[in-house]
């Protein structure tokens, strides 16, 4: 028999498709009464298929006392309490690597679009203001110097793409990191202080919750940009509406939000923020490969083999 699964949110179509044809699937976000539903079928449930934002609630997890594995579409894992599934016995895995491409293209397309004000000269000459306003001078990122908050995968790839642009590099994290061409900071606020760019590609665990502070935000200055592509934990969101709104920093490039999808209304508003619905891994290329390893995970599992990317 195959075994049975529990599918927490849509997936691609091709991955839906694959996961149908190697198990029994349970559609999670289509029931109307998911207690009840898990009461009946949860014992016989023996994995999770997931991503990096719904993860696996903990209220799931004691509905399926089968749990074996949950599988995760995505990088980020802080959605799954992972010292829990430890204690159980429940296997995680993720979907690095796959992603760290297409994450440092959007990194330097946002800041590409706050330095030179993209999608506001975008909405002026669809609006006719072309030769009836007088548009400012700009930035660049020529010869500025960036920080990076997370010198993890994707924060080596950012790092090197910025480096093309001539841009002065450091990194921030727990430990300096060996024969590196950047400058490293045992103290954030320091960096902040020292740079132009503070761009923030770390895991949301709860150490990293609220680590842009207002003090951070204040000590990156009024020249000073931010741009957040980890986690809306990381950044204390009133603080930087507040920084933003009086000039604390210069401005914001944000794909992730604290509560989302819900975003403050006040960032809406400011000419010196751009914003993305959280689409930082959203190419078809990436996407189908982190599809492909959760399925290759499952598989893994299910054969009794080591899994490819395991988390626990």
């Not at 993209?118 to 009836?132: C, F, H, K, M, S």
């Not at 590099?169 to 900071?185: A, C, F, I, T």
């Not at 740079?195 to 150490?207: C, I, K, S």
Request: proline fraction near 6%.
């Amino acid at each position: 028999m195959k075994p049975e699964i529990l599918q927490i949110a849509p997936m691609m179509s091709s991955v839906e498709e694959e996961l149908n044809r190697a198990y029994v699937v349970h559609e999670y976000w289509k029931l109307d009464d998911p207690a009840g539903y898990l009461a009946d079928t949860g014992a016989n449930i023996r994995a999770i298929a997931t991503d990096g934002h719904h993860g696996a609630k903990p209220e799931i997890m004691d509905a399926l006392p089968s749990l074996e594995i949950i599988s995760s579409y995505g990088v980020g894992y802080d959605a799954i309490n992972i010292p829990d599934c430890k204690e159980r016995g429940v296997r995680v895995s993720n979907t690095p690597d796959v992603l760290n491409d297409a994450m440092a293209e959007i990194t330097v397309g946002l800041m590409i679009g706050l330095c030179r004000r993209i999608p506001q000269l975008d909405a002026a000459v669809r609006a006719n203001e072309w030769g009836r306003t007088s548009f400012p001078l700009l930035s660049e990122l020529t010869g500025a110097h960036v920080g990076i908050l997370g010198l993890g995968r994707i924060g080596k790839e950012i790092a090197l793409r910025l480096q093309a642009f001539k841009m002065k590099v450091s990194y921030h994290g727990r430990n300096k990191q060996e024969y590196l061409p950047y400058d490293y900071y045992g103290d954030l606020e320091a960096m902040a202080r020292d740079v132009d760019w503070l761009v923030v590609v770390a895991p949301g665990t709860p150490e990293t919750k609220g680590i842009v502070s207002k003090q951070i935000l204040e000590a990156l200055g009024p020249e000073g940009n931010l741009v957040n592509v980890a986690r809306g934990t990381l950044v204390d969101e009133p603080a930087l509406v507040e920084a933003l709104s009086n000039g604390t920093i210069a401005g914001a490039a944000l794909d992730v939000f604290e509560d989302e999808p819900t975003v403050p209304d006040a960032l809406k508003s400011m000419e010196n923020v751009v914003l993305s619905p959280h689409q930082g891994s959203a190419t078809r290329k990436t996407r189908t490969a982190m599809g492909d390893l959760v399925i290759r995970n499952l598989a893994a599992h299910f054969a009794g083999n080591p899994l490819l990317t395991p988390v626990t």
